[in-house]
Each structure stands twice: as structure tokens, then as C-alpha cells.
């Protein structure tokens, strides 16, 4: 069975940093993608960063960008997020996901194959 373990949430302090991370496992594709996703109470949930084992190509929501940085560790199948510069509008359940590159599209960006049990980020002001 696939499975994605996000660990890392907790409370911090509007402008402090947390570090994300998501182990991934059971999976068998060659190429894949694995992002980070939040939902914040009422809210939808949105994307937030991505990264492809392919060519470590990263993507980010304007809203992290130069905040947030995406980074893997393929040996372990291991991807984090840092987060710096957390502000309140940050708080959110964070969940991780992975998805099986396919040709012509973009990763992260439609449904993804797995997801994992979310991580609580709160950000006080």
C-alpha cells in the first residue's frame, strides 16, 4: 500500500519557521510528483509547493513564494518543506500527496493518486 506520513506541524509565532516533511512509501513509479496541500477552516483546499523526482523542477503558490522552499531526499523518499516567515494566513492542516508523472502534464495540478493524513500548522499573531 501506498502511504505518505506528513509530520513536522505545530504552533509557532507569526514570522517563525517550521519544517514539513513527508516519507513516502509502498509506491512503484519510476517518475512522480509529490506536493503539499492546505485547507484552512472554510476554506478549499490549495496547493502550495511541488516537486518532481524527474528533474527536481519545484513549483509554488504565489503566496509562499520566497518563504516557502520545497526540497527532496530521494534516498529516502523523503520530501520537506520549509517554511519560514509564517504568517498567521498560513495556518492550515498541510497534507502531502503523490502522483505518477504523465506525459504533457503539470504536476501537482490535477488530482493526485495518494494522499496522506494532514499536519496541523497553527501561526499566531
Known amino acids: 500500500d501506498v502511504q505518505l506520513q506528513a509530520s513536522g506541524g505545530g504552533l509557532v509565532q507569526a514570522g517563525g519557521s517550521l519544517r514539513l516533511s513527508c516519507a513516502a512509501s509502498g509506491f512503484t513509479f519510476d517518475d512522480y510528483a509529490i506536493g503539499w496541500f492546505r485547507q484552512a477552516p472554510g476554506k478549499e483546499r490549495e496547493g502550495v509547493s511541488c516537486?518532481?523526482?524527474?528533474?527536481?523542477?519545484?513549483y509554488y503558490a504565489d503566496s509562499v513564494k520566497g518563504r516557502f522552499t520545497i526540497s527532496s531526499d530521494n534516498a529516502k523518499n523523503t520530501v520537506y518543506l520549509q517554511m519560514n516567515n509564517l504568517k498567521p494566513e498560513d495556518t492550515a492542516v498541510y497534507y502531502c500527496a503523490i502522483e505518477r508523472l504523465r506525459v504533457g502534464r503539470r504536476p501537482c495540478y490535477y488530482d493526485m493518486d495518494y494522499w496522506g493524513k494532514g499536519t496541523q500548522v497553527t501561526v499566531s499573531s
Open positions: 516537486i518532481s523526482s524527474s528533474d527536481g523542477s519545484t
